[in-house]
């Protein structure tokens, strides 16, 4: 078995958009070096400031260089029909494959990731940066952060491994399509491993243990796993997976509370890689007031934490329409329902509050009647519970798990000391509409 070493130094992090500088290539058979090969690489664009600092490899270095795809066949020579390895394999094998095949090469090959090799071959090191690593071990390492140098001394890495590995680990990743090696290098694989295949909402965490991402599931471990089964040369997947670092769940009792639960924990989170459902909040509501003359008052306005409106509505122009239906049905002033500013609102002269008032209130009552008033019922997390989710006068109201149905169900009142609320919005109150309407035989109406 042939080892094919290689580092690479590039003008930034993902490979879509930047370039190699420089590659370094061992060709190894797990105890010495057979090959070497290394070159810098003009990319054809400026290489950033602090990555000229960092690697030492100028704009007037690489000047004359030639261009990845003069070298792009003797680079694939190399590698075909070796074991790919570097240490985090996943971004010089991403940068390497792009560019090799934007110059016509489709490099197909085992890889095997030092930074993972180390972590269960040598336990107990602290730091498993190649940096760290070559100190510890006593590899020599002249050159750091240049392909050539990382290139040697990662070979070295994998000669010493390769010596220590008793029990097989080596081997064992390179069966079949390892898992192992489709990881983000931080993540462990033991938290992969402990994923349960049931519905439920998964969270992905940076090194300071923030949220970056959160998703839901019908089989929380093949989703997750699905995450990593590609390694796309865009921006956002490289950060993504230089980005994760740990990996935790939450179970629900059907697919239908997982797509609530990730709902409600964006908007709650914020996480950085989550690019959809930030515009489902309603942004206006229908609210009711007393003015100083003691007339009840509608508007439309946009949604605050302090109030809570009747209903709520994506647009203006909704909430409007729907205000002009109630002032037609029930003879509504515009003026004191805000939807003229002139003190002539074209009326006849105004009742008295209390008149004009049971008007509006019965209004409020029609209003919330057309709301329906229904919980959800499903499975639970086990066989001796029922999932919920209770919607409210036409608003999401909560979701939890009834231990005796039959009891809980017999009021309002009762069902709501065993939800948790949360918070409602457009997106997940038409997920439940949809869900009651497509299993009517799930819905228990108050």
């Not at 390769?162 to 462990?188: F, S, W």
């Not at 019908?218 to 997976?241: E, P």
């Not at 003691?294 to 302090?306: D, H």
């Amino acid at each position: 078995m042939l080892f094919a070493i290689v580092d690479i130094e590039t003008t930034g992090s993902f490979a879509a958009a930047n370039g190699i500088t420089e590659i370094g290539i061992v060709i190894h058979d797990g105890k010495k070096v057979l090959a070497f090969f290394e070159s810098l690489v003009n990319p054809h664009t400026p290489i950033p400031y602090f990555i000229q600092r960092l690697t030492g490899i100028d704009n007037s270095m690489v000047a004359n260089a030639p261009s990845f795809s003069e070298i792009a066949g003797q680079v694939y020579e190399l590698l075909q029909d070796k074991v790919f390895v570097a240490h985090n394999v996943n971004f010089d094998y991403s940068f390497v494959k792009h560019h090799l095949q934007a110059a016509g090469y489709d490099l197909d090959s085992k890889k095997l990731c030092t930074v993972r090799l180390a972590r269960k071959v040598l336990p107990g090191l602290g730091g498993y940066s190649l940096g760290k690593l070559t100190q510890k071990l006593g590899i020599s390492h002249a050159l750091h952060h240049r392909a050539g140098g990382d290139a040697l001394a990662t070979a070295e890495l994998l000669a010493i491994i390769i010596d220590k590995d008793t029990d097989g680990v080596v081997n064992a990743m390179l069966k079949g399509r390892n898992k192992e090696q489709y990881l983000p290098q931080h993540l462990p694989v033991e938290e992969l491993d402990q994923l349960p295949s049931v519905p439920g909402v998964y969270y992905f965490f940076n090194a300071a243990g923030k949220t970056i991402y959160v998703g839901k599931a019908k089989n929380i471990r093949k989703r997750v796993k699905s995450h990593f089964s590609n390694n796309k040369t865009n921006r956002q997947k490289q950060d993504f997976l230089r980005d994760t670092h740990h990996i935790s769940y939450k179970q629900c009792g059907t697919e239908l509370m997982a797509e609530i639960l990730e709902s409600t924990e964006i908007r709650r989170l914020w996480p950085i890689y989550n690019r959809s459902q930030r515009g489902y909040l309603p942004q206006f509501g229908l609210f009711c007031y007393e003015d100083m003359q003691g007339y009840m008052r509608f508007a439309i306005e946009k949604n605050r934490n302090s109030f809570k409106p009747i209903y709520t509505f994506n647009t203006l122009i909704e909430g409007h329409t729907r205000l002009r239906e109630l002032i037609e049905e029930f003879g509504l002033c515009m003026r004191l329902c805000n939807m003229t500013t002139g003190a002539d609102c074209g009326c006849e002269e105004h009742a008295d509050p209390l008149i004009y008032n049971s008007r509006a209130e019965e209004a409020i009552r029609w209003v919330k009647k057309r709301l329906p008033s229904f919980a959800l019922i499903d499975k639970g997390l086990d066989d001796n519970e029922h999932s919920c989710i209770l919607v409210k006068e036409g608003n999401l109201y909560g979701m939890g798990y009834l231990d005796d149905k039959k009891e809980q169900l017999k009021s309002m009142e009762e069902l709501l000391k065993n939800l948790e609320p949360l918070q409602d919005n457009d997106y997940i109150r038409n997920l439940v509409y949809r869900h009651a309407t497509e299993y009517p035989e799930k819905c228990v109406a108050f």
